[in-house]
């Protein structure tokens, strides 16, 4: 008994197996469980709506495309009119794992950060008022809010409420790194376990943890050495009006890393190899050899879940006659 402990000892320090998921920094992503199936329902033809929008054209999708990882894949979000936005829209993919929603928190939950983009006149320009009139002249909208909260009086706190529930079930389970967690010893390469266990030894897992392996505090960005960047953002001292929270932004998820390029808050890094690179240096003061930094890549996407699965939703037709204006005359 005593020489299969010994072994096992040796085996983990190798970073061969995972005796047990609960010993790691980074835990199982979970099936999504206790969801509202009918506001589930609603708030996905809302999120794909782009009536949402003052234009007509812009929807929650447009910025947070469910077929991109739950990004646009570009530095920072285009809005109404062809505005530039001025921070790179995270992934809405496991959000509600999230401590707090946008880079900065100043959204509490899910439901609070769906009413944000609505009224901001940079991205879908429209106001809560004008967004339930337009759902509340939709016979179809009408009739599924009468089904699914028991009023045909649409309401902004409902509207929030379907989109908030159904971004809920927008978890990714069973990547190969949760495969391997719950047992499946094949399921990672060497490399791949070579570069987890860079990953925890060089102090990544230090914001990196949890089950969305982020997420979960605000950390200043450039912590070693300053981040260059001539993106303005504040982070969290803009919600906090702290100066010792200048800088500060919510630690981004890594699942689907792979997939939600450009990275970092003003979408400064195009591939994975020069994030752990400018982390490594900016925020650890470690230089990864080009080896090392290739391992930690492996490993990082490995954290690439299953994506949501679903069919488009039919959008409720308009009793409208009168055709929109293009969206960014």
Not at 184 to 196: N, Q, V
Not at 242 to 265: G, I, Q
Not at 298 to 318: A, E, H, N, R, V
Request: charged fraction near 20%.
């Amino acid at each position: 008994m005593k020489y299969k402990t010994i072994v096992s000892a040796v085996i983990m320090a190798m970073g061969l197996v995972s005796v047990s998921s609960a010993e790691e920094p980074i835990q199982v992503i979970k099936p999504v469980q206790n969801i509202n199936l009918a506001q589930v329902e609603l708030g996905k033809k809302l999120y794909f709506d782009p009536r949402l929008s003052k234009s007509g054209f812009i929807s929650c999708n447009s910025c947070h495309n469910l077929s991109m990882g739950g990004t646009d894949n570009i530095k920072t979000s285009i809005g109404h009119k062809w505005q530039q936005g001025p921070i790179n829209a995270p992934t809405v993919l496991n959000s509600s794992l999230n401590l707090a929603q946008f880079w900065d928190g100043r959204a509490k939950d899910l439901k609070e950060q769906a009413g944000g983009p609505i009224a901001n006149p940079g991205e879908m320009a429209s106001n809560h008022t004008l967004a339930v009139d337009v759902l509340q002249s939709i016979p179809g909208y009408v009739r599924e809010f009468q089904l699914v909260f028991g009023s045909d009086k649409i309401n902004i706190d409902n509207v929030t409420q379907a989109i908030a529930e159904f971004e809920k079930t927008l978890v990714t389970p069973n990547s190969r790194f949760d495969q391997w967690l719950l047992g499946k010893k094949d399921a990672l390469t060497r490399d791949e376990l070579a570069g987890y266990e860079l990953f925890k030894k060089s102090g990544c897992v230090g914001c990196h943890n949890g089950p969305a392996a982020g997420g979960n505090s605000f950390q200043k960005m450039g912590v070693v050495e300053p981040y260059k960047t001539s993106n303005k953002a504040e982070g969290l001292a803009a919600v906090s009006g702290k100066d010792a929270d200048r800088f500060k932004f919510k630690v981004p998820t890594l699942r689907n890393v792979e997939m939600t390029y450009p990275y970092f808050h003003d979408g400064g890094a195009w591939t994975l190899t020069e994030a752990v690179d400018i982390m490594g240096r900016l925020q650890l003061g470690r230089k990864f050899s080009q080896k090392e930094n290739s391992q930690i890549v492996s490993f990082l996407k490995t954290l690439t879940g299953d994506q949501p699965s679903f069919l488009m939703p039919i959008l409720p037709p308009s009793n409208e006659k009168t055709p929109r204006p293009h969206p960014f005359d």
